[in-house]
Nanobody
Framework: VQLQASGGGLVQAGGSLRLSCAAS????????MGWFRQAPGKDREFVVG????????YYADSVKGRFTISRDNAKNTVYLQMDSLKPEDTAIYYC???????????????????WGQGTQVTVSS
């Protein structure tokens, strides 16, 4: 499967952005999806994940209450709504997919098989 992330940009602190990740190439509906981010000089970190039905969602503590993940399997797309953005949210955001339909929260990047190219999010103070 190929993943294409989009929607990044420059926003002031307190603002919002909505990222999208469009999948193509294989059946999307059975995939667990996740978002990770990598800030300059830091390791890539887990942000949020969603089960293939969309019924289970799990968030990093740093984004709980501010970020919301959703998916539209008919459109082969997963979304990340980011509100109340902070400068520390600045990073390249990557979407990822795992084609194992077994449900469990996947927070490690080696638990995902496919990755998008990343989209830059910059939050100014």
């Amino acid at each position: 499967v190929q993943l294409q992330a989009s929607g990044g940009g420059l926003v002031q602190a307190g603002g919002s952005l909505r990222l999208s990740c469009a999948a193509s190439g294989r059946t999307f509906s059975g995939y667990t999806m996740g978002w990770f981010r990598q800030a300059p000089g830091k390791d890539r970190e887990f942000v949020v994940g969603i089960s293939w039905r969309g019924t289970n969602k799990y968030y990093a503590d740093s984004v709980k209450g501010r970020f919301t993940i959703s998916r539209d399997n008919a459109k082969n797309t997963v979304y990340l709504q980011m509100d109340s953005l902070k400068p520390e949210d600045t990073a390249i955001y990557y979407c990822a997919a795992d084609d194992d339909t077994t449900w469990y929260p996947r927070r490690k990047d080696n638990e995902y098989d496919y990755w998008g190219q990343g989209t830059q999010v910059t939050v100014s103070s």
